[in-house]
C-alpha cells in the first residue's frame, strides 16, 4: 500500500480508462444485485414542488429563471425525494428500483481532498413492503451493497496489480450513532469516524440526523426523505488520506408517520403543503429504500487517488491548485 506521500502509479490517461471500466462494473452489478432499473433523471426541478434535496437543511441550491417562460428552477442537490416519485410514475412493482446518474452542484461545499462542488453519484430506489421498514431488512440492503463494493475492488485489482491493493474487510461492521458517541464522548463526529473507520476498515453508522443523547445528532440530514431510526452512511478507511471516507448516504425512507414527526422536530412544518409532502401523507406513493453511491469517491477511493480532483474535472481555488502542484497531483 502507498502512504500519502507516494505519487500515484497510474498516469492521466490509464486513469480515465480505469474509471470507465470502474464505474460500468459497478452500476452494472448494482443493478444486477438490487434488481433496479437505469433510467435518466432531471437536472432542473421546481421548488414549489419539494422534490429537491435539502440535504441538512441550510445548503442553498443554485437556482435561477428560465427567462423567456418566467419559470424559476433549481438544480437538483440529489434525487432523494424525486425517485420515490418516479417509481410510481413509471409503474415499478414491489421489489423493483431505478438508478441513474445524478449530476449536482452544491455550491455551499467547502472545497478539500474528498469535497467538490460538482457532485456525482448513482442514485437509487427501490419500492418495498412496509413491513420490510426494519433495523434487519436495512442491514440486509447494507451488505448486498458492501459486496457490490467488495466485487468491484477485486475486479479493479486483477486489471491493475501493479498498482492496486486490497482495502477492505470481509465483513462491514455495523453500528449506531449513540453506540459511537458513548464510544467516544469527548470527540468531533469526524474523529468519532476516523476512530471507528481505523479500526474497522468498512463501517455503517446507522441513525443519522436522530437527536442523541448529548443532544446533537450525528450530522445533520433532511427530515423528508431518510427515517432517521432507519438510514446511514458506509465509510471506509482511506489508508492513502489515513482517514475515514464516506461512499454512501442511503436508509429507509421516510413514511406518512415518521415523515410527520421528523418535519416537527425539525420545525419545517410549512413544507406538509408542497405536492410531494403531501401525496407521501395520504400514501399516495410506494414505501422505498434508497441512497447515493459517490461516483468519484468510489473512484478517488479504489484507484488509490490523493485528491477527488484526480478523478473528476471540477473547479479548485488557487491555493489547491498550488497545495496539489507542490505535492505532484495532477487535478484534471
Given at each position: 500500500?502507498?502512504n500519502?506521500s507516494?505519487?500515484?502509479?497510474?498516469?492521466l490517461?490509464e486513469?480515465?480508462?480505469?474509471?470507465?471500466s470502474l464505474?460500468d462494473?459497478?452500476?452494472?452489478d448494482?443493478?444486477?444485485?438490487?434488481n433496479?432499473?437505469?433510467i435518466?433523471?432531471p437536472?432542473?426541478v421546481r421548488?414549489e414542488t419539494g422534490?429537491?434535496?435539502n440535504l441538512?437543511g441550510v445548503?442553498?441550491?443554485?437556482?435561477?429563471?428560465?427567462?423567456k417562460?418566467?419559470?424559476?428552477v433549481?438544480i437538483?442537490?440529489?434525487?432523494?425525494?424525486?425517485?420515490?416519485?418516479?417509481?410510481?410514475?413509471?409503474?415499478?412493482?414491489?421489489y423493483?428500483?431505478?438508478y441513474?446518474?445524478m449530476?449536482?452542484?452544491r455550491?455551499?461545499e467547502v472545497?478539500?481532498?474528498i469535497?467538490?462542488?460538482?457532485v456525482?453519484?448513482w442514485?437509487?430506489?427501490?419500492?418495498?413492503?412496509?413491513e420490510d421498514r426494519t433495523?434487519?431488512y436495512?442491514?440486509?440492503?447494507?451488505?448486498e451493497?458492501y459486496?457490490v463494493f467488495?466485487?468491484?475492488e477485486e475486479?479493479i485489482n486483477q486489471v491493475y496489480p501493479?498498482a492496486?491493493?486490497?482495502?477492505?474487510p470481509?465483513e462491514?461492521f455495523f453500528?449506531t450513532a449513540q453506540e459511537l458517541?458513548d464510544m467516544?464522548?469527548?470527540?468531533?463526529?469526524?474523529e468519532?469516524?476516523?476512530?471507528i473507520?481505523?479500526?474497522?476498515k468498512a463501517v455503517?453508522?446507522?441513525g443519522i440526523?436522530?437527536?442523541?443523547n448529548?443532544?446533537?445528532?450525528?450530522?445533520?440530514r433532511s427530515?423528508?426523505?431518510?427515517d432517521w431510526?432507519?438510514?446511514?452512511?458506509?465509510?471506509?478507511?482511506?489508508?492513502v488520506?489515513?482517514?475515514?471516507?464516506?461512499?454512501?448516504?442511503m436508509?429507509?425512507r421516510?413514511?406518512?408517520d415518521?415523515?410527520?414527526?421528523q418535519?416537527?422536530?425539525a420545525?419545517?412544518?410549512?413544507?406538509?403543503?408542497?405536492?410531494?409532502h403531501k401525496?407521501?401523507i395520504?400514501?399516495?406513493?410506494p414505501?422505498?429504500?434508497g441512497?447515493?453511491?459517490g461516483?468519484s469517491?468510489?473512484?478517488?477511493f479504489f484507484?488509490?487517488?490523493r485528491h477527488i480532483g484526480?478523478v473528476?474535472?471540477?473547479i479548485?481555488?488557487?491555493k489547491?491548485k498550488?497545495?496539489?502542484?507542490?505535492?505532484?497531483?495532477?487535478?484534471?
Open positions: 500500500m502507498r500519502n507516494e505519487v500515484t502509479v497510474l498516469n490517461k486513469t480515465q480508462m480505469a474509471i470507465k464505474k462494473y459497478f452500476q452494472r448494482l443493478a444486477n444485485t438490487l433496479l432499473a437505469r435518466s433523471a437536472l432542473l421548488p422534490l429537491n434535496d441538512s445548503e442553498k441550491a443554485v437556482n435561477f429563471d428560465i427567462r417562460h418566467d419559470i424559476n433549481e437538483v442537490q440529489s434525487l432523494a425525494k424525486w425517485k420515490r416519485y418516479a417509481l410510481k410514475e413509471y409503474g415499478f412493482e414491489c423493483e428500483g431505478l441513474a446518474d449530476n449536482a452542484l455550491p455551499d472545497l478539500d481532498e469535497h467538490s462542488v460538482y456525482d453519484q442514485d437509487w430506489e427501490k419500492i418495498i413492503k412496509k433495523d434487519t436495512l442491514k440486509f440492503i447494507v451488505r451493497i459486496e467488495k466485487r468491484a475486479y501493479f492496486l491493493s486490497k482495502k477492505l470481509d462491514i453500528i458517541e467516544y464522548p469527548d470527540f468531533t463526529d469526524k468519532k469516524e476516523n476512530a473507520c481505523k479500526e474497522k455503517f453508522i446507522q440526523g436522530k437527536i442523541l448529548s443532544g446533537k445528532p450525528h450530522d445533520m427530515p423528508d426523505y431518510d431510526e432507519l438510514n446511514g452512511d458506509i465509510l471506509f478507511w482511506n489508508p488520506l489515513n482517514k475515514a471516507m464516506e461512499l454512501s448516504s436508509g429507509i421516510v413514511d406518512e415518521s415523515l410527520v414527526k418535519l416537527k422536530i420545525g419545517k412544518e410549512d413544507r406538509m403543503t408542497m405536492p410531494y401525496a407521501l395520504e400514501k399516495e406513493l414505501y422505498t429504500v441512497g447515493g453511491i461516483q469517491r468510489l473512484c478517488m484507484l488509490e487517488k484526480e473528476q474535472a471540477a479548485w481555488d488557487d489547491t498550488k497545495e496539489c502542484l507542490e505535492k505532484g497531483i495532477r487535478l484534471l
